[in-house]
């Protein structure tokens, strides 16, 4: 799988949006971007994924450029319980390989 | 619908000795993943099972970690003899299928002494 690049951490104000990055300029046309945050002490929960096109849930909403080399996350009206570490994740689908590949992620600090 | 469970949440053990971690995943959820994090590393896959069978232990550490998933349902993973660098949290994942979203469990903290 494709690796990716993300800040260490970051810090958003609550209620506004919070734009995380990742770079992964490596992906395959078969590969897709998923991302996962795991709250402190918590298991990794699933947030959204996509392969070329933007995606929104009601979770977040996933940017994805027209090359597919980076892509954002974004929280609309972030809160304090969405402090956690984002991880962005590479993803090939109906290959040999299906687990997921963590890296460090991001930080996200949600201030008051 | 009950989530991802998995037993015990805490275990503390022996240098030498074994344990065995448990894992229900969801209801209907034929693909079954293993995970686990070690003291300031990053989350790494051990294996997956598409129902009873083994489809991926490239992730397995070595042979003294042993997984099953009997009947296809709840899987468990033994760690015999345990080593001190097995201490860490386990999280075992599910989902539909290969490639849909994974719900993890809330993990099983591992301390061996």
């Known amino acids: 799988d494709a690796k990716t690049t993300q800040p260490p951490s970051m810090d958003c104000a609550e209620g506004r949006a919070a734009n995380l990055p990742c770079n992964h300029s490596t992906i395959s046309g078969n590969e897709y971007v998923y991302w996962y945050r795991q709250i402190h002490s918590q298991g990794p929960q699933y947030i959204i994924h996509g392969l070329k096109n933007n995606e929104t849930n009601e979770m977040a909403s996933l940017i994805i450029t027209e090359d597919r080399k980076s892509s954002t996350l974004i929280l609309p009206h972030a809160t304090l319980r969405d402090t956690a570490v984002y991880y962005c994740i590479v993803r090939r689908v109906g290959g040999g390989a299906d687990g997921l590949t963590f890296g460090k992620g991001t930080h996200l600090i949600i201030q008051p | 619908e009950a989530g991802v469970t998995q037993f015990p949440s805490h275990s503390v053990i022996e240098k030498g000795q074994t344990v065995t971690l448990r894992c229900d995943p969801i209801?209907?959820?034929?693909?079954l993943y293993w995970y686990r994090r070690v003291m300031g590393k990053e989350i790494k896959f051990l294996l997956h099972?598409?129902?009873?069978?083994?489809?991926?232990e490239s992730g397995m550490p070595n042979n003294r970690f042993l997984a099953e998933r009997t009947g296809g349902t709840y899987s468990t993973l033994k760690v015999q003899p345990a080593e001190l660098e097995d201490s860490g949290v386990y999280f075992c994942a599910s989902s539909v299928d290969r490639g849909t979203e994974a719900f993890f469990g809330q993990g099983t903290r591992l301390t061996v002494v």
């Open positions: 209801s209907g959820h034929d693909n």
């Open positions: 099972f598409v129902k009873e069978s083994k489809q991926d």
